[in-house]
Nanobody, 115 residues
Framework: QVQLVESGGGLVQAGESLRLSCVASGSIFSFDKMAWYRQPPGKERELVCWRRNWGSPYYMHSVKDRFTIIRDNAKNTIYLQMDNLKPEDTAVYYC?????????WGQGTQVTVSS
């Protein structure tokens, strides 16, 4: 079974950027869809964005034009480029791989944005 490992989280100030990485132990082609989710403090986990091997990516409204999901199949890695970060982006960010009803999750990485 392919495992996912995130990295790149940290503490930044509002307006700064971060790039999260998610490295798969095997081919990400095994997943129909790769996604990033996040769980803000005291809230439910929410979908941030996803990308397939084809077609346009999806972004939740509040991150559109600020976040970019990048899929590097050669490196079995997906990235989340986050620009112009806001305090409300503070959350644990999770990488997700989905095939049908099967989901694979990473362990999460903390992103904290100070005002």
């Amino acid at each position: 079974q392919v495992q996912l490992v995130e990295s790149g989280g940290g503490l930044v100030q509002a307006g700064e950027s971060l790039r999260l990485s998610c490295v798969a132990s095997g081919s990400i082609f095994s997943f129909d869809k790769m996604a990033w989710y996040r769980q803000p403090p005291g809230k439910e986990r929410e979908l941030v964005c996803w990308r397939r091997n084809w077609g346009s990516p999806y972004y939740m409204h509040s991150v559109k034009d600020r976040f970019t999901i990048i899929r590097d199949n050669a490196k079995n890695t997906i990235y989340l480029q986050m620009d112009n970060l806001k305090p409300e982006d503070t959350a644990v960010y999770y990488c997700n791989g989905q095939t049908g009803d099967w989901n694979t999750w990473g362990q999460g990485t903390q992103v904290t944005v100070s005002s």
